[in-house]
């Protein structure tokens, strides 16, 4: 974006040197000798003027507008538009992966950006339609409810309790619900979840003046919708970002992914510190995107200067962490994690610009050692693909509990979907080579089976860091932390345990 660049207004526009970066304080001022993962750290409270969790800006300032420092990963089995929507609307930001066709990924940009900031989606039936059809549909909800229409009307409410022991051939209208309360688009959250108090329902349609349906709105809804900002454009639609990758033509495919409305550019590769990398970036940065762009991923700081020397206002740290990733074990090659967020975030910062931390992230306390260690946002793949808002259809095991399908975007499930148009011959070499976990089971967490429910989880965790640091924002978070080292026993002490010893 250059530092002559006034689009956004974001901390990367404003040029190298802009930022007052310090490094991270290390406990008793050890210099660790040794690479670091997130598990061998911890954070040391300090004095704190910090009374609430609600005092706490989570908002990040690398330009990529979101509101709370998540980044939804580019997998395929994570990243599609009901994710997109879902954690926008919750302040978050979800990359459409490359893998896509252009069109693919214009029609989905297009559709996050027609999504209401408030109310959710609603899966729309007419009565005509069988029970069957209903339940199919009701899976991909996490409000679980569907709203049955007259034209744009709703005219009934139909839930997995209603379907229960019914045909499936019967028609919806023979076991909706009829008496609808709907609320009117607009209306406040506090004013919206009372509403639904008074009435004692779990959720209810939203409807214009014209009594259309506008979206469905949850409890729960009204209350995050208090407690969490959406993450807009300059136009006040959802954000969301995609990815190209660095092979073909770089330039025509980033032009298609902006002129289709992205709001942030990834340009991808597992190996992000080469050649090819780096002319890809020059490519890009020649079209003069008006956007964030974002390119990785590496784990130095020599690979992070020479990425955004190429034109990277943003860079992806990260090689090997993943859940799905076997880069490590077959190729010996990456870095633990924390250790390597610490150092490019650093050499990032002394140029101005900023990095985020992919993958590795398995429990709040990660999520909230990567922003102390300097990211300006932490991307999460696996952990977000057991949820009801990711692509994959909701399966069930032998023993009755559910899953979805999740697998790394270097294995060779991803290499054959990926390569598509080549030869048979092409297909089959490329597949040899392989560095991610085809088939995993990210099974449904029964108390947490929705993403939004998950970001609650470690939203709560970095606010209660940040007060623990002292800390009203991402920014003061990075300043006022210090960092010690533990043993594996140290890190065992901090585990709650679940039943008696």
Not at 282 to 308: C, H, K, M, W, Y
Request: glycine fraction near 10%; proline fraction near 5%.
């Amino acid at each position: 974006m250059g530092s002559t660049c006034g689009a956004c207004g974001c901390v990367p526009c404003a040029g190298p040197g802009s930022l007052d970066w310090s490094p991270v304080r290390f406990l008793n001022d050890l210099q660790p000798q040794i690479d670091l993962t997130y598990g061998d750290v911890f954070l040391v409270p300090a004095r704190s003027e910090v009374a609430s969790r609600l005092d706490v800006d989570l908002a990040t300032t690398d330009g990529s507008g979101t509101t709370i420092p998540i980044v939804v990963s580019n997998m395929t089995a994570v990243a599609g538009r009901r994710m997109a929507e879902t954690v926008a609307r919750r302040g978050g930001l979800v990359v459409i992966p490359q893998d896509l066709p252009v069109e693919v990924v214009a029609e989905v940009i297009g559709w996050v950006k027609r999504r209401h900031l408030v109310a959710d989606t609603p899966i729309e039936l007419t009565g005509s339609m069988t029970t069957g059809e209903a339940l199919v549909l009701l899976a991909k909800r996490a409000h679980g409810a569907a709203v049955v229409l007259q034209g744009r009307r709703p005219v009934g409410l139909v839930t997995e309790h209603d379907l229960t022991g019914v045909d499936r051939f019967t028609q919806v209208r023979d076991v909706m619900v009829r008496d609808v309360v709907t609320l009117p688009d607009g209306l406040g959250p506090e004013q919206a979840y009372a509403e639904l108090s008074r009435v004692r329902h779990r959720l209810a349609p939203v409807v214009d003046a014209e009594g259309e349906l506008v979206g469905i709105l949850t409890r729960a809804g009204a209350l995050r919708s208090g407690l969490y900002s959406p993450a807009v454009d300059a136009a006040g639609r959802l954000r969301v970002a995609a990815a190209v990758g660095i092979n073909g033509d770089v330039a025509a495919k980033a032009a298609a992914v902006l002129d289709a409305g992205a709001d942030v550019l990834v340009i991808d590769t597992a190996h992000g510190h080469q050649a090819k990398m780096l002319e890809a970036l020059r490519a890009v940065r020649a079209l003069d995107p008006q956007v964030p762009v974002v390119a990785g991923n590496i784990v130095s700081a020599e690979g992070t200067r020479e990425l955004i020397e190429a034109g990277a206002d943003i860079v992806k740290v990260g090689v090997g962490p993943g859940a799905m990733c076997t880069t490590r074990m077959m190729t010996a090659v990456g870095r633990p994690q924390f250790s390597a967020v610490l150092e490019c975030a650093a050499a990032a910062g002394e140029l101005g610009r900023h990095v985020w931390a992919d993958g590795g992230v398995r429990h709040p306390r990660d999520v909230a050692l990567a922003l102390a260690a300097g990211a300006s946002n932490v991307m999460i793949g696996s952990w977000f693909a057991g949820t009801l808002e990711s692509p994959g259809d909701l399966l069930t095991d032998n023993a009755g509990r559910q899953y979805k399908e999740s697998f790394g975007m270097a294995s060779s499930r991803a290499v054959r979907n990926r390569t598509a148009a080549d030869t048979a011959y092409e297909r089959a070499r490329k597949a040899v080579f392989e560095e991610g976990i085809s088939s995993a089971r990210m099974f449904v967490d029964p108390a947490r089976p929705s993403v939004e429910d998950v970001i609650d989880q470690i939203v709560a965790g970095i606010r209660s860091s940040c007060t623990y640091a002292g800390a009203r924002s991402l920014a003061q978070l990075h300043a006022n932390a210090v960092v010690g080292i533990q043993s594996l026993a140290g890190f065992t002490e901090g585990a709650p345990v679940s039943q008696s010893w």
